[in-house]
């Protein structure tokens, strides 16, 4: 079953306007780490954020921001004002402490981000 | 911080043929060290992880094996590669429950 469910797959945007990536996440363990991460065109993967499960507190970095719910059981990530540079796939993924898997990362499918100017 | 290196970062190969991809990170030690494919249409899918020198789990039975020879090495292989091995591989290290950091990739395409 998948764990992490990003549910938009693509996404078009012009520049300035603000966008919301959608995560969903599934687990049983207590302890567990939500990221995400940016995959330009080059491939490399980028690494955005690091929530843990003890942590609902949202977090802003410059244009990023993201909301963390447990009760939902998501992590979405906002971008304010995008660009172009912003042009992207998303990858949300989890990891569980409690499952034995040496930390390994469940990935979304990602969202593909597109800003036009 | 931790640093992720992985050769080559493309790779043209004919169908049956052997393969071996490397891995190796700075900045840290007794990292736990993943492989990870991402075949076209962009989802990322976890190939073996380990924990230690020696030690490897596979998470998806295929034609390819993993080993680590040393603490930050980590290698890819196969004996003889699929058309259905083509991809884009990606190495990654972490500490403990911390962060994964990935190289830069390597691009195999199988003909």
Known sequence: AQKVTQAQTEISVVEKEDVTLDCVYETRDTTYYLFWYKQPPSGELVFLIRRNSFDEQNEISGRYSWNFQKSTSSFNFTITASQVVDSAVYFCALSEAERGSGYALNFGKGTSLLVTP | ?111
């Open chain 2, 1 to 111: 911080s931790q640093t992720i290196h992985q050769w080559p970062a493309t790779l043209v190969q004919p169908v049956g043929s052997p393969l071996s991809l490397e891995c190796t990170v700075e900045g840290t030690s007794n990292p736990n060290l993943y492989w990870y494919r991402q075949a076209a249409g962009r989802g990322l899918q976890l190939l073996f992880y380990s924990v230690g020198i020696g030690q490897i789990s596979s998470e998806v039975p295929q034609n390819l094996s993993a080993s680590r020879p040393q603490d930050r090495q980590f290698i890819l292989s196969s004996k003889k590669l699929l058309l259905s091995d083509s991809g884009f591989y990606l190495c990654a290290g972490t500490t403990r429950g911390e962060t994964q950091y990935f190289g830069p990739g390597t691009r195999l395409l199988v003909l």
